[in-house]
């Protein structure tokens, strides 16, 4: 079963992105450079729990 997560970002600490993934097959959180644009730029933003 897929499960909503959410992306935050590192600089700002700001919510920007939301995604699924499966926690069975994946269970580690993901990390990925997005562009944030409270920041301007582009940045590594975190899987969190919500």
Known sequence: MRETIHF???ECNRINYNSTKDKKQ???RL???K???F????ALHK???K
């Open 31 to 33: 990390e990925l450079k």
């Open 26 to 28: 994946k269970p580690e």
């Open 8 to 10: 935050q970002c590192t």
């Open 39 to 42: 920041c301007r730029k582009h």
């Open 47 to 49: 899987e969190t729990k």
């Open 35 to 37: 562009f944030c644009p």
